[in-house]
């Protein structure tokens, strides 16, 4: 059987981080958990090793998805990284992200596995 999939799971919301990391390891996939942007970028750049997936919220401290997205975007390499926002704004029109998919909270388990099937590139 091939490796498990990797998912990166940025959120600052720890219980929501947690059992998304959960559900993800029980669908067989490799969960990496970041409490916000600035973390998840330097894990990144120095593991060299990218993920199949970035599941991203958008409103965190430190840094934000938005400004998460913008350095994503700018690194070569990590650019091509496709990325699911989960969000519970309902204003991306006055702030739009650019995004594989976006999922709006509350997203159900169900929901929110599916994304990661369609999006996590192989």
């Known amino acids: 059987m091939n490796d498990a999939r990797t998912i990166v799971v940025v959120d ?43 599941l991203l919220d958008l409103m965190m401290p430190e840094m934000n998805g938005w400004q998460f997205r913008e350095e994503q975007l700018r690194d070569a390499r990590l650019k091509e990284i496709p990325v699911v926002v989960m969000t519970a704004s309902r204003g991306l029109d006055a702030n739009p992200i650019t995004a594989t998919e976006i999922l709006y909270k509350p997203i159900g388990l169900g929901e929110l596995i599916e994304a990661v099937e369609r999006n996590a590139s192989r």
């Open 12 to 54: 600052d919301d720890t219980d929501l981080r947690e059992t998304l990391g959960e559900l993800l390891v029980e669908e067989g996939y490799d969960a990496r958990l970041f409490e916000n942007g600035r973390t998840a970028l330097e894990f990144l750049r120095a593991d060299g090793d990218d993920p199949d997936l970035i």
